[in-house]
């Protein structure tokens, strides 16, 4: 312990924090949206090549990067209202709306009308999957750009055919339509990665905007990035370390649970090493860098943005290989309707009718809604709700969890020592009195034992007494004068060597920690501290055991603390004693067996653990490294998260398969009616039928994308 008074970090450090925060949101979206367009192709919702069009054709690190990729969602957005705007007088005048709806306008030159208004669509709003449509072909790799590349240039150069004077019905307002939707579907998945960047900031305000260096025996500010190896800082009381290091003057204890999964401060002294990111809760240090903190943590942030947009998941797959059948389905059924009208004797114009009737609906709206829908709203409320996917995959893939496995501190515990009992042996000092002048010693340290003590007198709502004679005894307590008594919390290593007879107490070896107060040379009582349990761990565990899934504590403290955590908790069972390096093998152990495994963890520690899993989860109040190998960051620290992140990663799954049934199955149906197999029976499905399936079939996908906001818990 430590008699350095307390300091707090102050409003400029609160501020610098946030301008920082502002910054790295720019560089969040521009570098999110770069990852975005470069990564995904163009099947996925990303623009093709067209970049050319808004004039940049080199992604660099330099200015104008970020107005650059806001024009690109802007130039979606422009493209979907302006087509969006001149359907609808195609939709309006269009002869199939009439009939469907029973209405009759005449206007005059209404074909040429859609003919003029649906060439600005088709050439405008269409450009982005006409050039998606010749980079696919040209790569050999057809795929979404290619089916409504192919079903709107059918329905354009046939229904212009129509126009002027092929006998038949148009197609013009199938065309608009299809192109304003799909135009929706890129415009909204463009938006969710950018709100998934902006989620992020949350991560970044865990890390100090600024350092203290010193330098010619003056203290500067300098920004965190600007460090460089063997560069002295200043760390203050409260204050988080901004590099890695060696302390080369100074004594203070670090909060490092988030780091090294210790559960205790830990005492720092000169020659002793500090990880940037834990917290000073004691004494001023000073630090030599040795690993510098330029790009540290930004950047790994910024790189796990562009990760998480590399990533794609298996559903996506899948609607890229139902795009890809479903391409060769429309050119193959199309074709064949054609030459199996001609040959049995019909006219061209129904027979080419026929053709692009089928190649037409062959490209469901509602498959280019029916993955984005979901990934955007799924992404959306998962960060409203505290979760941050990074790993799509792996995020869909926890349906799959069979056994889950728990850090404990800083995960399913608090990570910080709170009073859990304050008891006296004396009547003339009840709990609040002990506790009372305990505090009046206590808040001239920073130690952990101290900090607990004041945080539990503030609750109490306790003055705390002014002291004096205050001395630190190290390795064993404090005393201090308090209103003319001389008060001292000690230890039991002070209590052993001064051979003090003290009553009996019920402390539970090994899970908490004693401290005892003595007023005027005798023990008045005792306080325990220990890593309180979240409130919110037991009904996570509770929710995880309905759903069958097994749950197990990790830890390298001893056996009696896991033992207790997991039997407060009704856990399945603990892995206690368990070294940093081992956490990794635990995990290849269980998945030899056959489990899924996933791995809930804040520390660097749990770093390679993480990575082994199945499903890596990092809990937000952790580190860089954590978050870096996980696939899901808990923004919240919240263990309750994990069992409401399983759940909504089922009902996620749920959704997409159900959406690309409902946005394909109809095909099943509709194509070969479309195409005439049950002509002679009187059955055949007409442009204007197939049309109204389609549609039908976009209504209920997004209806059902919108039913997943209800299935967080």
């Known amino acids: 312990m430590n008699h350095d008074h307390k300091h707090h970090q102050g409003k400029s450090q609160r501020q610098q924090a946030k301008d920082q925060k502002n910054q790295v949101t720019e560089r969040l979206e521009e570098k999110t949206l770069h990852a975005h367009h470069k990564a995904m192709p163009h099947g996925e919702g990303t623009p093709p090549p067209h970049e050319e069009h808004i004039g940049h054709a080199e992604h660099g690190e330099h200015e104008g990067h970020h107005d ?239 990760d998480a947009q590399k990533t794609k998941s298996e559903t996506q797959r899948l609607a890229d290989k139902a795009a890809k059948w479903l391409t060769s389905i429309a050119l193959t059924a199309g074709t064949l309707t054609l030459v199996a009208w001609l040959i049995a004797g019909a006219e061209f114009g129904f027979a080419l009718e026929r053709m692009v009737t089928v190649m037409v609906i062959s490209c469901p709206h509602a498959l280019g809604l029916a993955i984005p829908l979901v990934v955007a709203i799924s992404t959306a409320v998962s960060a409203n709700n505290g979760l941050l996917i990074r790993n799509r995959t792996a995020f869909e893939n926890s349906r799959n969890i069979t056994t889950i496995i728990f850090d404990k501190t800083g995960t399913l515990t608090q990570g910080s020592h709170e009073v859990a009992r304050v008891v006296s042996f004396s009547s003339a000092y009840p709990e609040k009195e002990l506790l009372r002048l305990a505090a009046g010693v206590e808040q001239n340290s920073e130690h952990y034992i101290s900090q607990g003590v004041l945080r539990k007198v503030e609750a109490e709502g306790i003055a705390i007494p002014a002291s004096s004679d205050f001395h630190y005894l190290p390795g064993k307590g404090l005393e201090g004068t308090v209103e003319g008594k001389d008060v001292k919390v000690v230890g039991p290593n002070y209590i052993k060597e001064y051979n003090i007879q003290v009553p009996e107490n019920d402390a539970e070896e090994g899970v908490e920690t004693v401290v005892y107060i003595m007023i005027d040379q005798q023990v008045a009582g005792f306080i325990t501290l220990k890593d309180r349990i979240r ?144 002509y002679k029976q009187g059955i055949m499905v007409s442009p204007a039928v197939g049309a109204a399936l389609m549609s039908l079939s976009t209504v209920i996908v997004a209806i059902n994308a919108q039913l997943l906001r209800k299935q967080i818990k």
Do not use: C
């Not at 993480?610 to 952790?622: H, K, N, R």
């Open 535 to 678: 409130p919110e761990s037991e009904e996570a565990i509770r929710i995880l055991k309905e759903n069958g899934i097994k749950n197990l504590l990790l830890t390298g403290d001893n056996e009696r603390v896991a033992k207790s955590v997991s039997d407060k908790l009704g856990m399945d069972g603990y892995l206690a004693n368990v070294l940093p390096h081992e956490k990794q093998e635990k995990v290849k152990e269980l998945q030899a067996k056959g489990e899924f495994v996933a791995m809930t963890g804040d520390g660097v520690n749990d770093a390679p653990a993480l990575a082994q899993a199945e499903v890596g989860i990092a809990v937000g109040s952790g580190t860089d490294v954590a978050a870096e190998t996980a696939d899901i960051i808990l923004v919240n620290s919240n263990p309750q998260d994990i069992s409401s992140l399983i759940l909504f990663g089922k009902a996620t799954y749920r959704k997409m398969i159900q959406n690309l049934i409902w946005a394909t199955a109809y095909n099943v149906i509709a194509l070969p009616l479309a195409a005439g197999v049950l």
């Open 68 to 306: 650059h990729h806001r024009m690109m969602i802007e130039d979606f957005k422009k493209r979907f209202w302006v087509s969006l705007a001149l359907s609808v007088p195609v939709i309006i005048i269009s002869p199939m709306i009439q009939d469907i709806l029973g209405y009759s306008l005449n206007i005059p030159y209404n074909m040429m009308i859609s003919f003029v208004l649906s060439s600005i669509i088709y050439f405008y709003g269409g450009w982005p999957f006409l050039t998606g449509l010749a980079e696919e072909v040209k790569k050999k790799t057809p795929g979404m750009m290619t089916l409504i590349g192919v079903a709107i240039t059918v329905a354009y150069v046939y229904s212009t055919a129509v126009a002027f004077g092929l006998r038949g019905m148009d197609f013009f307002w199938e065309l608009a339509t299809l192109i304003v939707v799909m135009l929706l579907g890129h415009w909204i998945e463009m938006r969710s990665v950018l709100g998934a960047s902006k989620a992020l900031e949350l991560l970044v305000s865990m890390m100090p905007a600024e350092a203290a260096l010193i330098k010619d025996g003056q203290t500067i500010k300098v920004k965190v990035e600007e460090l460089k190896a063997d560069d002295l800082i200043l760390i203050k009381p409260g204050e988080k370390v901004p590099a890695d290091g060696e302390v080369v003057q100074g004594d203070s204890y670090l909060n490092e649970s988030m780091l090294t999964g210790e559960s205790k401060p830990v005492q720092k002294k000169p020659g002793d090493k500090v990880i940037g990111g834990s917290i000073n809760g004691n004494g001023s240090l000073q630090v030599r860098v040795q690993s510098t903190g330029k790009d540290s943590y930004l950047n790994k942030v910024i790189t796990l943005v562009q």
